[in-house]
């Protein structure tokens, strides 16, 4: 494969993140990506000073990605708030439980949440790419939480709803069943997840 030096550096961030939602940061070595990729060790350091310095990029670039599709999907398009959240959860159980296709490209992206598999992982390793996870996650409780307070302004979930404490617990149960699932090889922990999910919305309108 030939790549274009204006799409090398995409292109090695495609494979990387490729690699690395299916195993880890620490488990992929630079001559992995670099041979996936097809692209030469000097091509790699004219973009990236270091394979930390990529991660963080990498990182940046998925979360970027990320919150487009959540605001997609929360966005206002006549529908009740609370229909626009549970369509959210949806999505996060149906790209969990997916498996992604071998190779790179838009195809492989993103078919495995980057927060659930490296949050852990790098926050012990690299200080840059633990912040970038931190700020990213925070946005999405952040965007978790005025649907919430949509939702309870029109009428979809309870109105004593507490929209940001409320976006914070679904999010940490969310997190906690994707461990789960991969422990459990199954989708209990989403099963139960919406279930849980549905009661802290609590009964329309009361």
């Not at 195993?23 to 070595?29: I, M, N, Q």
């Not at 919150?67 to 398009?77: E, Q």
């Not at 959860?89 to 078919?111: L, R």
């Not at 495995?112 to 690299?126: R, T």
């Amino acid at each position: 494969m030939v790549i274009d030096q204006s799409g090398a550096k995409h292109h090695l961030l495609d494979c990387g993140e490729r690699l690395i939602a299916s195993k880890g940061f620490v488990g992929v070595g630079l001559a992995e990506i670099l041979s996936v990729a097809g692209v030469p060790k000097g091509s790699f350091y004219h973009y990236f000073s270091s394979k930390e310095r990529f991660g963080e990029e990498l990182l940046v670039r998925y979360m970027a990605r990320y919150l487009s599709r959540l605001d997609a999907l929360l966005k206002a398009d006549g529908t009740p708030a609370r229909s626009r959240l549970m369509r959210y959860w949806s999505y996060w159980n149906v790209t969990q439980c997916a498996i992604s296709p071998d190779g790179c490209g838009e195809a492989a992206v993103g078919a495995k949440c980057l927060i659930v598999k490296l949050s852990a992982e790098v926050s012990d390793i690299s200080e840059a790419m633990r912040l970038s996870l931190r700020d990213g996650t925070d946005r999405v409780v952040q965007r978790i939480a005025q649907c919430l307070e949509e939702a309870r302004i029109d009428g979809s979930a309870a109105s004593t709803l507490a929209p940001d404490a409320t976006a914070l617990t679904l999010y940490e149960l969310w997190l906690g069943a994707s461990l789960l699932a991969k422990l459990r090889r199954d989708g209990s922990a989403f099963d139960h997840a919406l279930r849980s999910t549905e009661f802290l919305l609590g009964s329309p309108g009361i």
